[in-house]
T-cell receptor
Framework: GAGVSQSPSNKVTEKGKDVELRCDPI?????LYWYRQSLGQGLEFLIY????????KSGLPSDRFSAERTGGSVSTLTIQRTQQEDSAVYLC??????????FGPGTRLTVL | GQSLEQPSEVTAVEGAIVQINCTYQ??????LSWYQQHDGGAPTFLSY????GLEETGRFSSFLSRSDSYGYLLLQELQMKDSASYFC??????????????FGKGTKLSVIP
């Protein structure tokens, strides 16, 4: 079946603008994760959705970041009033559990 | 808090064996995973150790010692295509039945002829 997809693949925006990043997980996967990866760095956990439970938002770096997951499937990560330090690749992953996560290709965000 | 330590870079010769170590300090530890990421690509799952010992999958093996808070990824018969970044990741209980993966900063492996 299809893997995790993300859109857009690239996003260039101006400082101060809001952006929305989309993730379509693998069908049937109950868990969905968002990570951020800066150039040459590791993956920074942002937020985790598991089924109908309240999301684990412990990794969100500021209140400018928010995410939602509609119908237990598609998720949108929103960054308000973007800053240059928000520039990174934003990766989404889905899984049945935590042991094996399947990653999407990522969205490369550039804030000018 | 939690932390994972792994070497930032490793270079090895094609056909050789290389071991990438990972030490961790974390609460609520459940297991250790390894992911591979080629430049410009997405991370892909390699292995998971929930129990002490060695897990073997083809040319790749992964080891965990919970008492030592230590694990490693072993790559045998290295091929040029193995050049990539390798991340260890700790599965931990973040409370209320929620689990998450915390990733290390990654080890960039360069395989040379």
């Amino acid at each position: 079946g299809a893997g995790v997809s993300q859109s857009p693949s690239n996003k260039v925006t101006e400082k101060g603008k809001d952006v929305e990043l989309r993730c379509d997980p693998i069908s049937g996967h109950t868990a969905l994760y968002w990570y951020r990866q800066s150039l040459g760095q590791g993956l920074e956990f942002l937020i985790y959705f598991q089924g109908n439970s309240a999301p684990d938002k412990s990794g969100l770096p500021s209140d400018r970041f928010s995410a939602e997951r509609t119908g237990g499937s598609v998720s949108t990560l929103t960054i308000q009033r973007t800053q240059q330090e928000d520039s990174a690749v934003y990766l989404c992953a889905s899984s049945w559990g935590v042991d094996t996560q399947y990653f999407g290709p990522g969205t490369r965000l550039t804030v000018l | 808090g939690q932390s994972l330590e792994q070497p930032s870079e490793v270079t090895a010769v094609e056909g050789a064996i290389v071991q990438i170590n990972c030490t961790y300090q974390t609460s609520g530890f459940y297991g250790l995973s390894w992911y591979q990421q080629h430049d410009g690509g997405a991370p892909t799952f390699l292995s998971y150790n929930g129990l002490d010992g060695l897990e073997e999958t083809g040319r790749f093996s992964s080891f965990l010692s919970r008492s030592d808070s230590y694990g490693y990824l072993l790559l045998q018969e290295l091929q040029m295509k193995d050049s990539a970044s390798y991340f260890c990741a700790v599965k931990q209980d973040s409370g209320a039945g929620s689990y998450q993966l915390t990733f290390g900063k990654g080890t960039k492996l360069s395989v040379i002829p």
